[in-house]
C-alpha cells in the first residue's frame, strides 16, 4: 500500500518566480495538509484541503496557494519566491477526522537562489 | 494559541542506555498528540499516536505518556541503539482545529 508520495523531491528555482509542489496521499485518506518546515525548525501549517476546498490556512501569505483534486491528490503552488521560501515542503494525508493521525511524505527541498 | 515546546534541543547518550525525551504544550483542549521521527533532510515516520483519551501508547521499545491536565508528553526510549539517532519531533491537533503544531524537536545521538 503506497504512502504519501511527493514530487519532485527536490528543486531550484529563482527568486521570483513561481513553483508547483504535487502531492498524492495515502490509499484511504481524503484529507490533504501542507506544512513547511525551515532548517533547524518544527514544520508550520501551510493549509489543509478537503473535499476540494480549503478548510483551513496557517499563517501564510496569498502567495502560498493549493488545490485538490477530485482524486484527493493536491498541489501547492508558491508565487513571486522569496529566498525565505526555501525550505522542506511536507504533504500529510489523514481521513478526514484526523482520528488516526497524519501520515507525511518524504517532502519536496526547495531551494530558490 | 497553541505553543509546543521540547526540551532538550539536542541530546547525546551511550548506546544501551534508556532516555526520556520530553514535549510540552500550552493549550490542554488537545485531541491527540503525535510522536515523528526524522532523519536528515527527509520527511516525517509517525511513531506513535496517543489520544486525548488515552494515558500512554507503547510499540516495542517506545513507550509515550500524556498528561493533559499538566501540558506534557514524554517519549521513552528504552535500550537505544545507534539506529536510534534522529530528530523526535512531537505534534499536538486541537478539537476543531484539524492542524498540527509542532515542536522544534529534539535531535538525539547515540554513541556506539
Known amino acids: 500500500d503506497a504512502g504519501v508520495t511527493q514530487s519532485p523531491t527536490h528543486l531550484i528555482k529563482t527568486r521570483g518566480q513561481q513553483v508547483t509542489l504535487r502531492c498524492s496521499p495515502k490509499?484511504?485518506?481524503?484529507?490533504v495538509s501542507w506544512y513547511q518546515q525551515a532548517l533547524g525548525q518544527g514544520p508550520q501549517f501551510i493549509f489543509q484541503?478537503?473535499?476540494?476546498?480549503?478548510?483551513q490556512r496557517g499563517n501564510f501569505p496569498d502567495r502560498f496557494s493549493g488545490h485538490q483534486y477530485p482524486n484527493y491528490s493536491s498541489e501547492l503552488n508558491v508565487n513571486a519566491l522569496l529566498l525565505g521560501d526555501s525550505a522542506l515542503y511536507l504533504c500529510?494525508?489523514?481521513?478526514?477526522?484526523?482520528?488516526?493521525?497524519?501520515?507525511f511524505g518524504s517532502g519536496t527541498r526547495l531551494t530558490v537562489v | 494559541k497553541q505553543e509546543v515546546t521540547q526540551i532538550p534541543a539536542a541530546l547525546s547518550v551511550p548506546e544501551g542506555e534508556n532516555l526520556v525525551l520530553n514535549c510540552s504544550f500550552t493549550?490542554?483542549?488537545?485531541?491527540?498528540l503525535q510522536w515523528f521521527r526524522q532523519d536528515p533532510g527527509k520527511g516525517l515516520t509517525s511513531l506513535l499516536l496517543?489520544?486525548?483519551?488515552?494515558r500512554e501508547q507503547t510499540s516495542g521499545r517506545l513507550n509515550a505518556s500524556l498528561d493533559k491536565s499538566s501540558g506534557r508528553s514524554t517519549l521513552y526510549i528504552a535500550a537505544s541503539q545507534p539506529g536510534d539517532s534522529a530528530t523526535y519531533l512531537c505534534?499536538?491537533?486541537?478539537?476543531?482545529?484539524?492542524?498540527?503544531?509542532f515542536g522544534t524537536g529534539t535531535r538525539l545521538t547515540i554513541i556506539p
Open positions: 500529510a494525508s489523514s481521513p478526514w477526522d484526523n482520528y488516526y493521525g497524519y501520515t
Open positions: 490509499s484511504g485518506h481524503d484529507t
Open positions: 484541503y478537503y473535499e476540494e476546498e480549503e478548510r
Open positions: 493549550d490542554s483542549a488537545i485531541y491527540n
Open positions: 496517543i489520544q486525548s483519551s488515552q
Open positions: 505534534a499536538v491537533s486541537n478539537f476543531g482545529n484539524e492542524k498540527l503544531t
